[in-house]
């Protein structure tokens, strides 16, 4: 099972984020635990995580939670400003999946 990590201010705004991901990974058979979490609970969670995406309020951050990420092989990025906007679960599935390495049905 994949473990994909969405991380955003409080934890909170990626919620429905959450839902729409594991909506659309259940339509295509895909086995995924999606969850949120604030950002301040990364260096918890990160060992846990195959690849964590956070949501562009925390963008910033970037650069100090890959510095973290690293050296466990793990992957961060950011949502996209437009996925994260419109709560596109499909296409942030599908960032995931690719940086994971896994596999998913074209949308």
Same mark, same amino acid.
């Given at each position: 099972? /994949?473990?994909?990590?969405?991380?955003?201010?409080?934890?909170?705004?990626?919620?429905?984020?959450?839902?729409?991901?594991?909506?659309?990974?259940?339509?295509?058979?895909?086995?995924?635990?999606?969850?949120?979490?604030?950002?301040?609970?990364?260096?918890?969670?990160?060992? *846990?995580?195959?690849?964590?995406?956070?949501?562009? *309020?925390?963008?910033?951050?970037?650069?100090?939670?890959?510095?973290?990420? *690293?050296?466990?092989? /793990?992957?961060?990025?950011?949502?996209?400003?437009?996925?994260?906007?419109?709560?596109?679960?499909? /296409?942030?599935?599908?960032?995931?999946?690719?940086?994971?390495?896994?596999?998913?049905?074209?949308?």
């Amino acid at each position: 099972m /994949k473990k994909i990590v969405l991380c955003c201010a409080a934890g909170m705004s990626t919620s429905m984020l959450v839902q729409r991901m594991l909506s659309e990974a259940q339509t295509r058979g895909l086995e995924v635990d999606v969850r949120a979490v604030p950002v301040a609970e990364f260096e918890a969670i990160i060992d *846990q995580a195959d690849v964590v995406l956070l949501g562009p *309020q925390v963008r910033y951050e970037l650069a100090r939670l890959t510095d973290i990420a *690293q050296p466990l092989g /793990k992957t961060v990025a950011v949502i996209d400003m437009m996925d994260y906007g419109t709560m596109r679960g499909d /296409k942030v599935l599908n960032k995931a999946l690719e940086l994971i390495g896994g596999t998913h049905e074209a949308v």
